[in-house]
Each structure stands twice: as C-alpha cells, then as structure tokens.
C-alpha cells in the first residue's frame, strides 16, 4: 500500500458550542482548559468550572466554586477527580460523582503562580509546579474523597527557577524549568538533574508513553499503584547514585534550545541528541477546512523554507506514536526516533494552551477561541468526509491534494475527478464521481496488511481511522451506562433518605439538558413542563411516602436545570413561578408528615438552596441593572438574602449592632448591582434593608454615597459607629465636617453607656466597653488614603475624643510611611504587633543573644524586658530574614527544631535557602547543595 502523507483537519467545530452557556453574560469569560477521554473542562473568571462531553461536545453542567479565577485545571486519569488551581495560588481538587463536591484545598501556592499539574497513574497523587519552582504533592485517600477529610498537601522540592512542565510515568516525575530538567523517584524520594547543560527559557519534556511502552511498564504501575501514607522533601543525588530499573520506563524527552531534542535514560542521562531544524526547513502543512482552496496550496508549495530555530516549550505524545509541541504561531508534529518531522503549521499567531488526545489537538487562542484538529493519513480523511456524506469537503480535499494522490494512485479516477474543478455538481453526482476513488482507497487499505505500533500484523483491517472512532464510541457509551449503574438503588429505607438528602445535581442536570444533547431527555423534561400539578398527585397515589417525595424533587430539580443564561426573561419570569409554585406544592403535602417534618425541611431547604444557586448563577449583571420586570427582581433579591444573610443581633427598632467580622458574601457582584440599582432609583429604604441584612454591603453603599455627595447622612454615620466595622469607618472618617465630629463624640458616649444610636434603648452586652478598634481603622485610613489623610483624621480624633485608646505602632507607621510617600513610593508601612507575627519575614534570635540582650536593655532602661520580642525561634544573630524554605533540606526537619538549634543556629546563604549550622558540620555543607 502506497503511504500517504499525514494531514490536519478541522471539520469539528466547537467553539460555538463551548460557549453556549455564556453567550448571555460578558463578566464571565474562559481562562484555561483541559481534556480527557471522555470530557472537556473549561476555567473562566468566575471560579467556576464548565464541564463539557468530548464526543459529542456538549454542555453537561457548571461546577460552581468561590475561590477566584481559574487558572490551570486538569482531570484525573480515572476521570474522577478535578485539580485546578487560581490566580491566588490556591490548589482545589474537585470530586464529580456522585455530585460534584470540593475535597481539599490546599495554600502551599498561595500568593504564587502555578504553572502546572500533574496527576500520577492511579490518580492518587497530584503534583503542582509553581513560578518560584517549588514543586508540591497532594494526596488522596479514599477518606479524602468521600470528604472525611481534607487532603495532606506538603512540599517536596524548590528548583533553581519556574517549573515549566511535569510528566509522570510511575515511580518517576519528570520536572522541566527554565534552566534544567529533573527526574524525580517518588517511591525513593529523591531526585536528580538530567545532564549538565543548562538552558535559559520555556522548554517542555514528557515521557513517551506510546502503545508499546504503557504495556511494558505495567508491572511497575502495579508496584506504584499503593495507599501513599506520607511524603516529605526529596533529596537531591548525583548523578550516578540512580537505581531505577531503565527497562520498565519509558523513553524520556527533553527539550533543548535549536529545535533539538535530548533522549534521556530513567537515570537522567542523556543518551542521543536529536536535531530539528534543517528537518523544520519543509513548507508548513495547511489544515483541511470546509472550502479549503488549490491557490493556497500552490503558494505555499513554492514558496522556500528556511531551518528553523524552535523552542519547543511543552511536549506531548499523540496519535501514540509522536511527540506534538506548540508555539505561540506553530504547532508542530515530530517523529522522535526517526529524527523527522511529520508536519508543522503556522496558521494560529496568537495560541496560549494546546493539549493533546488521541489522535486530536485541541487549542486556544489568546481571544478566546478554541479549535479540535485531527491527525490523520490523507486516505482516511478522504474516507472519513465520504462515508459522512459530506461530498463537496471530500472533492476540496482531492482537488486540493490532486499532485499527491496522482503519484500514489496511478488511476484514471484521479484524472476524473480533477477535470470537473470548476464546475458545480449536485451531491448525488458527486457521490457517483467519488465513488470509484473511494473503493480504490477502501481496497488499498483492505489488501495490505498493516503493522501496528505494538508489532502486531493486521490484515483486512479497513480504515483504521473509521473503525477506531467507531470503536470510540460504544466505548463512551458503555462508559455512561457503567457509571450510572456504579450506585444501585439500596431497598434500605435508611438508604433512600440518604439519597433523597443528597439528591445528586448530576441528575438534575441531566433532566434539562440542552435538546443537541440528548433529545429524549429533553422530551421528557419538556412534557413534565406541561403536565399539571393535579394529574402528578393522582398519578403518585398509588407509590409509597418515599416515592412521591422522590418524584416531587425530581420535578423540582429538573425546574431547576431549566434556569440558564441563554433564557429570556419572559422565560424566565415563567421558571421562576413553575419552581415556586412546585415547592410550594410540595411544603403543603408533607406538612402532615410530623414523623418526618425536620427531614422533609432539610430536603425542601436543600432543593431551596440549590435553586438560589442556581438562579444567581444564570443572572447577568446586565439583567439586575436593567430589567423591568418585578417579579424576577424579587426572587433575585431573596435568593441573594437567603445565601448571604448574616447572624447578627438587632435593637428592638430593627437595626443591628455588635456584628462580628463581616463576611464577605457569595455572588458580591450580584449585591454590588442591587445596590446600584436601589441607589439609582433612590430607593434608599431598600437599600438600607439590603445591607442591614448582608452587612458587607455597607461598605458598597457607602462609598457611593460619598462619592455622589462628598459627605455623609447623619443617620448613615450613627449606623457605621453602631456596626463597629474598621473598613466602614476608614471610608466614613475622613469625610465628616466639623458638626459631624462633634456629633461623633456623642454617638460615642451613648455607645459607651449601652445605648442604641437610633432609639435610645439599652442595647447593654454585659459591660459599657466601646468596642470600635480605632488602631485597627487608623491602619485602614493610611493604607487607603495615605499618611497625610491618616494624620489629619487622627487629629481631629483626638479633638473630638480625648484620649481616645491608639496604640503607639500607629505613630510608628505614620512616620515610616511618610518616608516612603516622600521618596516616591506608596507604600504602608504597618507595625502592629498581629501584622508582624503575619509578615512573610521571621524574627530569630539564639538564646544565648537573646539574654545578652536582654541583660544589656534592662541595665540601660532601668525596667523589665520581654525576651519575646527577640524571636522564640531559629536564629540568624537577630536579623529579620525572608524565608524561602520552611525545612532543612539536610536533615528535612522544621528549621525551629530546638535539639538541632543549640546556639549554632542556622545559616542562610545568598539564595535565601537555610540550613541547621549543626547539619551543615555533620554533612560538611559550606555551599547550599539545592543548586549543585
């Protein structure tokens, strides 16, 4: 059989489906991606995650979370488990069935960037690569996932510079910086640099996972494949100190600068450079589109291509066979044992994420768009758009092709099909014209055997391409079919309340999918739609208690599922009634249950909380500022209320006092617009309610009313004093006139006696204190409005109220801060002694110095000193020092580890690295081994 040449193709569109949930909305876009088998993750802005099938690609349902935008996310190889991380450096793993539920979080990133994931074989572990190279491990336990417990997170290693990819192939993690790559034994725990070398920018490496190699490493998955108790910070080794078994892993890559390639060994030594750039001096391939055209062809055959010098900045395997690499402007399929390249395209100049599955690229753009390109022989494309009766992309692609198939395929069909280039023909005439040229393909394809990747010799194997695809797809739907049976029904009455409290999202979004995906459940949604309440009762009357309250919550969950972005608000207003009407149904027939009346409360308030969701997730910031429509309004305002209402005391007048901390709440932007639109329409009454009920909105309300008049309300200003908050006072403060402050020392001293600032009543809590935190509000005013808003406020402070209780750190900071002001930099200089304790620097002190010290400042003070102020821990003769590693990374213990302290201390050098001084004299260390 004739070879022929490897095309690309993009015939799936999916953009347009992808963003079918957020067509409605522009506050919410797409931050990253992810793919599996069986789905696509997308991240957006709003922290949630937006879960799609793969094949066929369709919406199944939005996995909401509040822990900020998305930044990375990535499916265990289970399919069970999500990892994501966000712009805050904060690590989430996220379990889907049986309904999506968070199992850990972990800060060891916090603050950081994280650049990548990465899951190990069993999907029992996760590993993280951040921008400052630290490296950490979450864990998984079965407890973890069924949310017993948290996940342990911990950190394993702090590289030279950013981590640039991970790759795992068990035991081993594959880590790529920015100057060297590392293999890393995770059943050893240790790890080793991959040559000698360094480089200096992205450059990506992976294991060659092909068919052949993930069967030959099984055995050492199986030994991999146990309950990990603990980790804790690997070792680092030289180079020959290895003992991993090379024969049970796969071939290691690696790339280097020059487009070239090191092939690695399991022990980190480089056996073979490969080198790609006289190879990349080929024309770039075009992808096959719908209308693709022969000019462009023509163009780019003649046109001469120079080498080309790539950094290959991430790798991946495809098709089981190549290694796949992506530019910002090119993608790039390369075959790594033979040294060549398959092909290359520059048609993309602005890519950002690029993954690979199967034989499919999938790609976004930097605006938000994303591609699914297929690799594929030339004749299994022909192929392929044939048997889907798509006639006139499989003439484009001959057309298009012509010079090619006419040297593989010595055949007048060719020479047919050719001369009709500019004519126009009906789909039944060129199906006939086709038709000869694809038996010749299905014939060459039959009659010659084909060796697969594993060595086995297939004859009569048809189009492989079409009958893996087909293959494909029973498989995902057994997949399916599996998973919805992996829980039976229990008979157990225990059982089916348990499920009736858990009522799984899953299924309720299921009943309202869209109608591309899965048009019998739509049908069944859309006739549930029409029955009436009345003809459900009777039909339920023959099923037992427990089952016509399942039903029930069925139908209110699937009301539910309904509520989406895409909906007008005629639509809307009508879900809105439908599921208020259904649960309203619901509370009058079991309210006669008394046996079982707190339960039917906890499932009614569940399926209540899960609509209010639900509806604040599908609202857009544009429809609470503009619609007219009351009814929509009003349940929007009482979800939001119902989910963000905070416990707090209220003087028999109504308003509050004494609130704790103040919470932020779920959906702020949400309250933000209501609070907008209650300002705009000076509905102040409403508005007032509002945040007298979520408290944290005062702080909105406020600033907007400075804003718009340049001073405050008296009755606004008795409600900052009586709510006691430190950010409200730093907004109000500063803004008061003359009158206002005197009004200020008699607020105060009604508080002090007990009173109510609106009624006069006696709000007493067991003692007089006045409880506003002025040292903690001075801090605010400086690090909102700078020292010189801070020092006049403070000065009419104590005008107003003399000998108001302001700690000395106050003045400490002012004076710092001023400095800095006048040298150009804004920036808040904060000595409290809470902020010092929270600082990213530590105090360290011996104590041996500590009670010189001590001795010496007594002596000259003539008064008593508090040792604590040195530092109680490690010490560094009493400087301030910013910690980069928590640990020694000689004896792996907490550097504050008295018994290794004694009055050595520690030792920091240059790179911010510390080390006991004690095992540094054992180990004899005088240079810090993490950069040897």
Request: charged residues 20%.
């Amino acid at each position: 059989m004739p070879e022929f040449p490897y095309v690309l193709s993009e015939y799936e569109e999916i953009n347009s489906l992808l963003y079918k949930p957020i067509n409605s909305t522009l506050r919410i876009k797409y931050t990253c991606f992810s793919t599996s088998p069986s789905y696509i993750l997308l991240g957006s802005t709003s922290g949630s995650v937006y879960l799609f099938s793969r094949k066929p690609c369709s919406f199944l349902q939005l996995i909401p979370l509040s822990e900020g935008a998305v930044s990375h996310l990535l499916i265990s190889p289970d399919e069970k488990i999500i990892a994501l991380t966000t712009t805050r450096g904060i690590v989430c793993l996220i379990a889907l069935k049986p309904t999506p539920k968070l199992i850990g979080i972990s800060t060891e990133h916090a603050n950081e960037r994280v650049n990548c994931l990465c899951w190990n074989d069993n999907s029992s572990e996760v590993y993280i690569g951040d921008w400052n190279g630290k490296i950490s491990v979450m864990v998984l336990s079965i407890f973890a996932v069924n949310g017993m417990f948290q996940a342990p997170a911990c950190t394993l290693m702090n590289l030279d510079s950013a981590v640039v990819q991970l790759s795992f192939s068990a035991p081993l993690l594959l880590a790529s910086t920015l100057t060297r790559c590392y293999i890393c034994d995770t059943a050893q725990e240790q790890y080793k640099q991959v040559g000698n070398k360094t480089r200096n920018g992205e450059f990506g490496a992976c294991f060659y996972k092909t068919y052949l190699a993930e069967n030959t490493s099984t055995s050492v998955i199986q030994k991999e494949e146990k309950p990990v108790s603990k980790k804790r910070s690997f070792n680092f080794i030289p180079e020959d100190n290895s003992n991993v078994q090379e024969e049970n892993i796969p071939q290691i890559f690696c790339a280097r600068p020059g487009s070239r390639l090191w092939e690695v060994s399991a022990n980190g030594v480089v056996m073979k450079t490969h080198q790609f750039k006289e190879a990349l001096a080929v024309p770039s391939a075009t992808i096959c589109r719908p209308n693709v055209k022969k000019p462009v062809h023509q163009q780019q055959t003649a046109q001469a291509w120079m080498p080309q010098s790539i950094n290959f900045s991430h790798l991946f395997v495809i098709a089981e066979k190549y290694l796949f690499s992506y530019t910002s402007s090119g993608l790039y399929v390369i075959d790594p044992l033979t040294a060549t390249v398959v092909l290359w395209n520059n048609e993309f100049s602005n890519i950002c994420m690029a993954e690979t599955i199967e034989n499919r690229i999938y790609l976004m753009t930097s605006n938000g768009e994303f591609h699914c390109l297929t690799l594929s022989f030339l004749d299994s494309l022909i192929l392929r758009l044939y048997n889907r009766k798509k006639y006139q992309e499989c003439l484009e692609i001959c057309l298009f092709y012509k010079v090619q198939l006419k040297k593989l395929l010595k055949s007048t069909e060719i020479d047919d099909i050719c001369d009709i280039e500019n004519k126009l023909l009906r789909d039944d005439e060129l199906s006939t014209l086709l038709h000869p040229l694809t038996l010749l393909l299905e014939s060459n394809s039959k009659t010659s055997p084909k060796k697969l990747d594993s060595g086995i010799v297939v004859v009569n194997s048809g189009n492989l391409d079409s009958k893996e695809e087909e293959s494909f797809r029973h498989k995902s739907v057994s997949h399916c079919l599996s998973q919805s049976d992996e829980n039976p029904p229990d008979s157990e009455s225990a059982t089916q309340i348990e499920t009736l409290a858990q009522l799984s999202i899953d299924d309720a979004y299921k009943a309202g999918e869209p109608e591309d995906a899965n048009s019998n459940t739509t049908s069944r949604v859309e006739n549930r739609n029409v029955e009436t309440l009345e003809m459900k009762e009777e039909s339920n009357s023959n099923k037992n208690p427990m089952q016509r309250m399942q039903i029930d919550l069925e139908a209110i969950y699937a009301s539910v599922a309904n509520i989406r972005l895409s909906v007008n608000e005629g639509e809307l207003e009508k879900l809105i009634s439908d599921v208020s009407l259904r649960m309203n149904v619901f509370k009058d027939s079991y309210e006669s249950f008394t046996d079982l009346k707190s339960f039917v409360y906890e499932i009614l308030r569940t399926a209540e909380l899960n609509y209010f969701n639900t509806l604040l997730e599908n609202t857009s910031m544009q429809l609470v500022q503009s619609t007219d429509n009351k009814h929509i309004m009003k349940q929007i305002l009482i979800a939001f209320v119902s989910i963000n209402a905070q416990s707090y005391r209220r003087c028999a007048c109504g308003s509050p006092y004494l609130t704790n901390e103040l919470v932020e709440p779920k959906f702020l932007e949400i309250g933000r617009s209501l609070v907008k639109r209650f300002v705009s329409e000076s509905n102040k009454e409403q508005c007032v309610n509002l945040c007298n009920t979520v408290p944290y909105l005062w702080r909105d309300y406020l600033l907007i009313c400075v804003e718009q008049r340049g001073i405050l309300m008296n009755d606004l200003l008795r409600q900052c004093l009586q709510i006691k908050d430190n950010v409200l006072l730093s907004i109000v403060l500063p803004v008061l006139d003359g009158k206002q402050w005197s009004l200020v020392a008699t607020y105060l001293k009604e508080m002090h006696e007990g009173q109510c600032l609106f009624c006069g009543k006696c709000i007493k809590n067991g003692h007089n204190e006045v409880s506003i935190h002025w040292t903690a509000v001075m801090h605010e005013i400086i690090k909102r409005q700078g020292p010189d808003t801070a020092m006049a406020v403070l000065a009419k402070l104590e005008k107003a109220v003399p000998n108001v209780p302001i700690d000395k750190s106050i003045f400490q900071s002012l004076v710092f801060t001023k400095i800095l002001y006048q040298h150009g930099m804004k920036r808040t200089v904060n000595f409290s002694q809470n902020n010092l304790e929270a600082s990213e620097y530590n105090t360290m002190c011996s104590a041996k110095v500590r009670d010189q010290l001590v001795d010496v400042l007594e002596k000259d003070l003539g008064r008593s000193i508090n040792k604590n102020i040195f530092g109680s821990g490690a010490h560094h003769w009493g400087m301030h020092y910013q910690n980069k590693f928590s640990t020694c990374p000689c004896c792996t213990l907490s550097l504050q580890t008295p018994v290794l302290l004694g009055n050595n201390g520690i030792a920091i050098f240059g790179c911010g690295h510390a080390y006991h001084v004690n095992c540094m004299i054992e180990k004899k260390l005088t240079t810090c081994n993490l950069h040897s």
